[in-house]
Structures are given as C-alpha cells and as structure tokens.
C-alpha cells in the first residue's frame, strides 16, 4: 500500500484514455520512478466507491504476483489518491511510437514477437488470464523499445467500478476496433482466450501498416463491417520483398477470422513468430557507409561545391541573411572601380567590407586584387560561412592570385567555420603546385576539420597521387585518425585506389590501425569487394584474422558480400574458416544463409564444421532451410550436414522446411534420413506443422515417408485432431483414408 505521501509533490500527468488518470512519480525514499493509474470514482469525497476500492486492492494483489519479462510489474496501490502503482516505461506506448516514427522491419517483427509472448504466459497460467482490452496503447515500450504489456487482469473490476457495458466503454476509449466481433454481437458465451487473438491480429496490422485501423470510418460503419467479416486492407502492407512479412500476413489473417474457433492460440502464435522471426545473422554485417568528404561552402561559382557522387559529410553553410547577401554579391560585376588605382577612401571602405577583395578573387583580376592589397584591406578577413580571400583562390586554382595574397601575409592556415584550410581544399581539386606553395608558407600539414579528416585523407579519397606525394614529402603523418577513427589508408582502401594504398603503406601507415567499429583497411577493402587492394595488404603481411566490434573477420565480410575469389584469397593466406562472431556465426553459416554453394564448397573443402552451432543452436543446415535455399541444403547434407540436428527450441530441418513449404528441401531432408516423426519442444512434428499450414502435398509427401498420425503433440493432439479443430475437412478425410488403409480395423475416435 502507498500513500501519496510516499512520492514527490511533483506529480507529472501523461496521455491517458477517457477512463481515470496517469502520473509519472518519484518515490521519496528509493528515488526510483512509477506510475500511479487512477480511476475516476475512487477519489476521496463523499461519493467514494469503498466497494470498488477494496475490489481494486484484491485486483491488484492478484496481478502484483503476476510476473513475465514482458508485463508491465505491478507493486500496489495507493490509496490517496486511489489507483495502481505500477512500472513506468520510458518509451511510452506503442500507439504513440507508430504514430510518430518510422519503424524499420526488424523493430516492427520484434514488437510482434515479443507482445505474443507477454499474452502466450497470461493465457497459460491456470486459469488463463484474459486481457480484452489489448491494444497499442496498452502495449509499453521501454527505453531499448522492448515490449511490456499494461492493464492486463482489469476487465472485471473495470466492468463492476464503471457501470457501464464492454461495447460502450470501448467506444469512449476509440478501442472497439480491437474487440473481437462475438463481444459486439452479443454473443451469450463468456469472452475466451480467442478475443485476444482478434486483438492481436488488428495490433499485428496497425504495427506493418503504421496506421489506424478504420481511420476516419463511423462507428455504425465499423460496426456492420466487422459484423460482416470485413477487415483492414491487406494492400497497404509494404513487405519489401521480406517473405517473413507475406508469411506475418498470413497469420494476421487467421488472427482476425470471424470465427473464434479457426484462430491460432497463443502458443501456436509464439512458437510460429519464434520460428518465422529469428534475426538474421548478418544483421551485425549492416553496410559500412563512407560518404565522399567534400566541402558544402561557397566556391568561385558563387553557389555549392557538389560531391561527384551527389553526397557529402560536412555541416552544410548558414541559411542566414548576410550568407545569401555575399553570395549575391558574388554574382554581381565591379564595374566602379579603377582597375589602376584604388584610392585611399576606396581602400578604407574596404576594411570593412571583405565582399571586395573577394569578388576580385573570384572574378581572377589579379591587378585588382595587387591594388587592393596595396590600400592595406585585410588579407585575412573573412566573409560568411569563414571564407577567405585565400581559400576562394584555392578554390579557383589562381597560383598567381594566391601568391600575392601569402606576399601580403595571408594566413596560409586559417580555417573557415568547418575547419577546412587551404590545404584542405588543395586535397579536394588535387593541385599539387598550391599544396607546395601553401606549405612553404607554413601550412600545417596535419590540420584536422571538424570531422578530425586531414588534407591527406582527402587526397586519398580523391586519388590525387601528386598531393599525397607532396603531403608525405613534408612529414605528413599517415597515421592520423578522423572522428570515426579512419586513417587515410582506410580512405584509399574503401576506395579501391591501390597505388595510393601501396604508397601509404611504403611511409609507415599501419595497416592494423582500427576504426571505433575495430575495423582495419583489409575489412574495408574487402567489405567494398576492392581485389586488388586485399591482395596487395594481404602480401605485405596484414592480419588475416583480425575482428572488429562483432567478432567478423575479413572472410565474414567476404562471404556475406558473395566475393568468392575474395573468400579463396582470404583462405589461401591462412583465414580461419571457423571463426564465430559475437552471435555465434561462422563464414559457412552465413554463405548457407546466401545460398552461396560455391562458397559453401569451398569452405568445407577447407574443413569448416558443417555442423557448427550458431546463435540459438542453429547450424548452417538450418538457415539454409529456413531461407529457402534449397541448393545449398543439398549440398551442405552431401558434405554430411546432420539432418537431424535440433535447434534450441527443438526444430530440425525438417520442421522448418515444412514450415516454409519448400518440397524440394523436403525431398532433399528425407532422402538422407531426415527423421520424419520428430518433436520440437511443443511435442509437435513436422506433420503437425504441415496439417496447421493446410499443405495437402506437404502432408501426402510426409505420409509416405511413414508420418504417424496418432502422435500427440504435449496439448495431447494428433495431427488428425489437430485438422478437426481447425475444420479442415480435405485434411481430415486425407488423414483418415490413410489411418483406415493403415489400421482397417482401428476405430477412429474424434
């Protein structure tokens, strides 16, 4: 029991339905944030519900023991003012998050998965616990977005303290499209494990949609809508080509049946999304981006200095007034000054106004630019955006003008706002003749922008072999690192510039040198597919076997890209083919993922483990099943993958090419003793599976094989049984022929 007392005077309300209250709360003595949900009618004051109070407090006694790693914890109540205090999630609800971010695919399966977890645990305690008021907003995220379901077990102290019907509470929280069609239709039977399901599958769609369900329709419209098994728009689902997501649909599909009894349960749910979610291993191989480095300031052509490739790495310049006022001015001819003679009062004025010697810059008017130095204008001035007179020259390649500008004392160093020096852009047009001149006059060859990059690195991304020579002649240090913790020989190697790469490594640049993601240049090349560059720091001695951040090392790289000379190279100079990365995947995992099969055969021809456990016990044998890339089962079974080899949750191979329906992975599995009545930790076989997916050649192939059908899975139900269910009548007559021509005089009992 809490008081109000107990928690900080700073109680900080949060969105909430049209029933009762939230607060976010400090407790005083633990210093740990909840949440207190209050109710209306159980404030204090002479119209205080002391019936629903102490119903409430029993409620709560209930769901405080009710404890799972994706339930919202409960730990009491308060009694002043009256309501449950319970965990506060950071991340708030999950109808907030779809509403205001674009999730990605994989956070999308993994909210699914988790909150049919949450809801598998309530319906398998004893008795199930329903929820019947499943919906986004009663799904939480926490600050990592992992799911945690609120407000489960309320239903019946709801129903008592609010006088008032399911259907019309419903519709005052804009809930009703969540509530199962047999609630709506007044339905005699008491709700059931079923209810949930149909919430869940709306839930599933609003989550691979991002939308509303029945957004901006009337509630008669919804109403005789789903009364007449009318559901979302299936359309609107974008799958990007992911068969997981066309097999998600699927099951949103029979999630929302109008019939209660063809839904999937809870655990039939959990354990498919288990299966059908599993993360990818080359989710720690995401692509390594490195955008062309190129300044975004105002060049001699008055407007911005595009990247060859359309993208760039630096600030951007200001938006501001006085920015597109110089930049105007840029535009606009000299026409009243004497190309002779400036005289003094013109010489002043020009003190403070940089816009002059600038333009005369631009324009290439080296008299004028002679004339103006003369008069005593300040070299170094800059413009908007930190330009100077020196750095536009660069920029426009005038070796005269950027001569009479270091004769005048131009500061052969001074940065514009990104950093950016002379030299820096001497290392994006690549003129060796102004890199010399530059660094006569005392440049600094190592000056970093704001990024940490150095005119080397900028030479290197460019190819400009001439400036990298004139860089490295005056002690330039190759082994400089940038904000990500590149090196210019990472730059060259991403770019495939082998010269530049043997040239580096000739001045010292250490080729174990590693980015923040413990990357080296020979993981950049690779990763990048640059041959040349792999062959050249391989025959100068690097590491073959160095990992980064997620243990991959360069042949992980090579076989996720596909390189297969790559992969052999790698090999040849001592790659070790069993290396496990941080999730347990070896090279022959993730060329099995591919479908790569000449890869595969090269490994094992080097004798990778073709049975090597990986992240969730899976073997190469079962991701290569589980993605359909039946060439590479048959090959990997012909190298002597186990076909019987089971997973952590107890799939084989042959479960999951039921799963997937693949008829050749099954030919393939069988044909080298696939054991075709195995269990999977639900007690459930691969006939089970096939009868659950309504796969008549599935099921005919596994009967020949000599499937049992009097095998029961751990619910006690027999494929057969299993088919009456869920009223498949062409299953059920297949299953029973062959039990009658298998025992014709075995009574069948339904």
């Known amino acids: 029991m809490f008081s109000k007392g107990d928690f900080e005077e700073d109680w900080c309300p949060l969105p909430t339905g049209a029933f009762g209250q939230v607060f976010r709360v400090r407790h005083k003595r633990w210093r740990t944030i909840y949440v207190v949900k209050c109710f209306p009618g159980l404030q204090p004051g002479p119209t205080l519900d002391r019936t629903a109070l102490g119903l409430l407090r029993e409620e709560a006694a209930k769901l405080e023991r009710v404890k799972f790693q ?60 329903l929820h019947l008021k499943l919906k986004p907003g009663n799904i939480l995220l926490d600050a990592h977005l992992h799911v945690k379901v609120s407000d489960f077990g309320l239903f019946k102290w709801e129903e008592v303290s609010s006088k008032t019907p399911y259907a019309e509470r419903s519709a005052l929280t804009h809930s009703l499209v969540y509530v199962a069609p047999e609630l709506l239709l007044q339905s005699i039977n008491p709700p059931g494990t079923k209810c949930d399901v149909y919430s869940f599958g709306v839930i599933m769609w609003e989550i691979l949609t991002q939308k509303k369900a029945y957004a901006g329709a009337s509630l008669g419209t919804v109403l005789a809508g789903m009364a007449a098994g009318k559901r979302p728009c299936l359309d609107l689902i974008c799958d990007d080509g992911l068969g997981e997501c066309q097999q998600v649909i699927d099951l949103v599909k029979r999630c929302w049946d109008q019939d209660p ?22 989710v720690d191989l995401k692509k390594e981006h490195l955008a062309r480095k190129t300044s975004l300031r105002p060049g001699f052509s008055g407007g911005r200095e595009s990247a060859k490739d359309g993208s760039a790495l630096s600030q951007g310049i200001s938006s501001s007034d006085d920015q597109e006022s110089f930049q105007s001015s840029l535009q606009n001819p000299v026409t009243s000054v004497d190309s002779s003679v400036v005289s003094e009062e013109a010489g002043k004025s020009c003190e403070n106004a940089p816009g002059l010697l600038h333009r005369m810059v631009i324009e290439g008017n080296p008299e004028m630019v002679a004339a103006l130095l003369r008069q005593g204008v300040d070299v170094d001035q800059k413009a908007p955006g930190g330009l100077t007179a020196l750095i536009l020259a660069v920029q426009k390649r005038s070796l005269e003008i950027i001569s009479l500008l270091l004769q005048h004392g131009a500061d052969a160093g001074l940065p514009d706002h990104d950093g950016w020096t002379p030299l820096h852009f001497t290392g994006q047009n690549g003129d060796d003749r102004i890199a010399r001149l530059l660094l006569d006059h005392k440049a600094e060859v190592d000056a970093q922008e704001l990024d940490g990059w150095t005119p080397l690195h900028l030479a290197s991304q460019n190819n400009f072999e001439s400036v990298v020579r004139v860089l490295l002649s005056r002690q330039a240090n190759v082994n400089v690192q940038e904000s990500d913790g590149r090196t210019a020989l990472h730059v060259a190697a991403y770019c495939g510039q082998v010269r530049l790469v043997k040239m580096l490594v000739s001045q010292g640049a250490d080729m174990e040198k590693k980015q923040k993601n413990l990357r080296t240049p020979l993981h950049v090349a690779v990763g990048k597919g640059k041959f040349r560059v792999v062959q050249y720091l391989l025959k100068s001695g690097a590491a073959v076997n160095c990992l980064d951040q997620n243990l991959c090392s360069p042949l992980h790289l090579a076989v996720s890209k596909g390189k297969f000379l790559i992969c052999e190279m790698l090999v040849r100079y001592g790659a070790h083919v069993d290396l496990p990365t941080d999730k347990g995947w070896t090279p022959l995992h993730l060329a099995s993922l591919r479908g790569d099969v000449e890869i595969v055969r090269l490994l094992v021809d080097h004798h990778a483990q073709v049975n090597a456990r990986g992240s969730l016990g899976w073997t190469p044998l079962h991701l290569a099943m589980r993605y359909g890339k039946e060439s590479a089962v048959s090959e990997l079974l012909m190298c002597g993958a186990d076909p019987n080899a089971v997973v952590d949750s107890g799939w084989a191979p042959l479960h999951l090419a039921v799963q997937q329906g693949s008829l050749p992975g099954i030919m393939h599995l069988l044909a080298h003793k696939a054991e075709v009545n195995c269990k999977n930790q639900a007690g459930r076989t691969p006939t089970h599976l096939a009868v659950l997916k309504g796969n008549v050649p599935v099921i005919q192939m596994l009967l020949q094989a000599g499937a049992l059908l009097e095998t029961e899975d751990d619910a006690g139900c027999s494929p057969l049984q299993l088919a009456v269910r869920s009223q498949m009548q062409n299953i059920v007559d297949l299953l029973l022929s062959k039990d009658s021509a298998d025992a014709p005089q075995k009574e069948i009992f339904l």
Not at 93 to 102: G, P, V, W
Not at 114 to 127: I, K, W, Y
């Open 70 to 129: 994706h339930l919202v914890s409960v730990y009491g109540v308060c009694d002043s003012p009256a309501g449950i205090v319970m965990e506060h999630m950071a991340g708030g609800s999950l109808e907030k998050t779809l509403a205001t971010h674009q999730m990605a695919w994989q956070l999308k399966s993994r909210i699914i998965r988790e909150t049919s977890l949450a809801m598998n645990f309530l319906h398998g305690l004893q008795p199930p616990l």
């Open 261 to 282: 009894k063809r839904r999937p349960g809870f655990t039939d749910i959990s354990m498919e999304l288990e299966m059908l979610l599993i993360q990818s291993p080359v």
